[in-house]
């Protein structure tokens, strides 16, 4: 089974969490040790397209926004 995960700063370290239904699928319980293979995932920009369409936020608001989440 594949999970779609955001790696973040936790501390000195970078940390990632397990989403609900997949620990429960996995039947993962706290403290047990699990092989975790990574692979980045590609960023389509065609998901992006046209997503926006009709929203009322300014282009240099967006840009302050969207960095915000890149500095992480």
């Not at 009709?54 to 960095?67: C, H, L, P, V």
Request: aromatic share 6%.
């Amino acid at each position: 089974m594949e999970a779609i995960c955001t790696a973040r700063k936790w501390g000195h370290s970078i940390g990632i969490v397990l989403p609900r239904d997949f620990v429960n699928k996995e039947k993962i319980k706290n403290g047990e040790e699990i092989i975790i293979n990574v692979r980045k995932r590609k960023v389509d920009l065609s998901e992006f397209f046209g997503a926006l369409k009709g929203a009322k936020i300014d282009a240099q608001k967006m840009k302050d926004e969207s960095r915000k989440i890149w500095d992480r």
